[in-house]
């Protein structure tokens, strides 16, 4: 691989660009893998580059049904934070907000992380103590965040209306450290840097089928022919049912469609990202100047990847309201993602009845800033079995009742 | 926008009248149940990608409980019937079989 720098730049500009090589190679599938992940969006691609960088595990593929990174690693608003309350999912989301500090280094490929501070505001007095309470654990979990007075939230974000009439800005939990990244990038940087190692994304191959025998994998059945394995991994969100089912196991799983819209793009106005979870909105500009807009998920399951209008109309009627600035601006585009919700909110990364399948799904609406850590625990799970990043995370913890409560912790926007 | 008709007060329903309320027919388990019976009860969901049952309340309009059988992958509506059933009416097994020959949902299909 040619490492893009200043001097490649300067290099192409002198012979019209004719020596830059295609970022990842797109093979035919080999009889046999040591590990196969299924699924090439963020979480799948990252599970691969950290086997292969820390554990040396190259002979993998990486399948893909539809192109990579076209699902939701490509759907999210791209907040990346780590505030949460249940120490678990503090551990991993800060591993991934550390890891994503250095990764445009660390890929050689620019993923635009942008630490521009994240902030959930507090509109009502549970809220406020809510928060408070947050603040005090991740200061326990070495989480740098603090809770602020309305006037900093207004000194931060100057556009913001904090004398709201239903809903006050009453204060917010600031972690100067979260913000966005570019969501394509990742997914990019990863596919590039994988392939680099050997690994084989292999794209536009459905898998129809996991073969078994005496309670092991030992293969896919793909539109591209039959793939053996010695390991598998399902990394496939919002499809994770789906695989479940063919894998002949049950997931405490639902699916259901959650959206986001972007506006035409403004000159610059905020350079923070804001969450609002009583009002259920949030919004952060992009580098575009397009304001990134999202809100709730739908409540029925869903695979068609549209959401309800009334769920864009709630969100954007409640960010006007903060936000008075917006109140006349079009909207562009507007989209939505199939997302696994578990149980208790919480993601899934864990042994499965099968010896050697392994399962990462149930990011549910936020998973797109978890993607470093997720990737570094599902591939030490993946190599050695067991990994402390991941342990609260399995699969049995809906059996023996050890939730990682975080849709009441956390609130309800991701 | 889904549209749903309640079986109850005859209405064309549109979602913001209606609360979805998740799967129909599970399996409610008591005490003296095991972990793993409660374990399904609870978590373990259907989530198909295709024909599914739900229940969904008439929260706006007559509030009540009522089931829905439901395309997930083309939002396509079969049929409403009363909540206070064991499984789908025939007429509405029939007319799924029709529009999606050889579907499957747990016991019935």
């Not at chain 1, 699924?39 to 593929?61: D, E, K, M, S």
């Not at chain 1, 990742?186 to 309670?215: F, H, L, N, P």
């Not at chain 1, 039959?226 to 598998?232: S, V």
């Not at chain 1, 023996?400 to 956390?410: K, L, P, Q, Y």
């Amino acid at each position: 691989m040619k490492r893009y720098s200043a001097f490649a730049v300067a290099r192409e500009a002198l012979r019209f660009h004719s020596g830059w090589e295609r970022a990842w190679r797109s093979p035919a599938p080999k009889k046999k893998y040591d590990v196969i992940i299924i699924g090439a969006g963020g979480h799948g691609l990252a599970t691969a580059y950290y086997l292969g960088r820390n554990f040396g595990i190259r002979n993998v593929a990486v399948i893909e049904k539809g192109w990579l990174g076209g699902g939701n690693t490509g759907r999210n608003t791209t907040i990346i934070r780590s505030n949460y309350l249940q120490d678990p999912s503090a551990a991993i989301y800060e591993k991934a907000r550390g890891l994503y500090e250095n990764l445009s280094q660390d890929l050689n490929y620019n993923i635009m992380f942008s630490p521009r501070g994240v902030m959930m505001l507090a509109q009502t007095q549970h809220e406020v103590r809510g928060y408070q309470r947050t603040a005090h654990a991740n200061a326990l979990q070495g989480v740098t965040t603090e809770f602020i007075g309305p006037q900093k939230v207004k000194e931060l974000c100057p556009i913001m209306n904090i004398d709201g009439p239903r809903y006050p800005v009453l204060g917010a939990l600031w972690q100067p450290r979260g913000g966005t990244a570019r969501h394509d990038a990742v997914a990019w940087g990863y596919a590039r840097a994988c392939s680099d190692m050997g690994m084989d994304i292999i794209q536009k191959c459905e898998v129809t089928g996991v073969r078994q025998s005496g309670g092991k994998v030992v293969g896919v059945d793909t539109t591209k022919g039959a793939i053996d394995c010695d390991k598998l991994g399902v990394v496939v969100a919002g499809h994770s049912g789906v695989l479940a089912d063919m894998a002949g196991f049950r997931l405490p799983i639902e699916s259901v469609a959650l959206q986001a819209l972007v506006s035409e793009p403004i000159k610059p106005c905020m350079d923070v990202v804001v969450m609002a979870n009583t009002v259920h909105g949030y919004m952060s500009q992009s580098d575009k100047g397009e304001m990134v807009i999202g809100g709730g998920a739908d409540g029925y399951n869903n695979y068609t990847q549209r959401g309800s209008f009334h769920h864009v109309e709630e969100t954007v009627r409640a960010l006007v309201e903060t936000f008075p600035i917006i109140s006349r601006l079009k909207m562009l585009r507007w989209w939505g993602g199939i997302v696994d919700m578990t149980g208790d909110r919480s993601p899934i990364l864990s042994k499965t009845p099968l010896e050697n399948c392994f399962i990462n799904c149930g990011w549910g609406t936020g998973g797109f800033k978890a993607i470093p850590g997720s990737g570094w625990g599902m591939a030490e799970l993946m190599a050695k079995g067991h990994s402390p990043l991941t342990e609260g995370f399995s699969l049995d913890r809906f059996k023996e009742g050890r939730f990682i409560d975080e849709s009441v912790a956390a609130g309800v926007a991701h | 926008m889904l549209i749903l008709n309640c079986p109850y007060c005859g209405v064309d329903a549109e979602e913001t009248e209606l609360s979805p309320g998740g799967e129909a027919h599970l399996k409610r388990y008591g005490p003296g149940s095991s972990d793993a019976d409660f374990e399904d009860y609870l978590f373990q969901r259907e989530n198909p990608k295709g024909v599914h049952f739900e229940r969904w309340r008439h929260a706006n309009g007559c509030g009540k409980w009522f089931h829905a059988a439901r395309c997930t992958m083309t939002l396509e509506v079969f049929g409403t019937y009363e909540a206070q059933s064991l499984e789908p009416p025939k007429s509405i097994q029939k007319a799924i079989s029709k529009k999606r020959p050889g579907w499957s949902w747990r016991e019935f299909s």
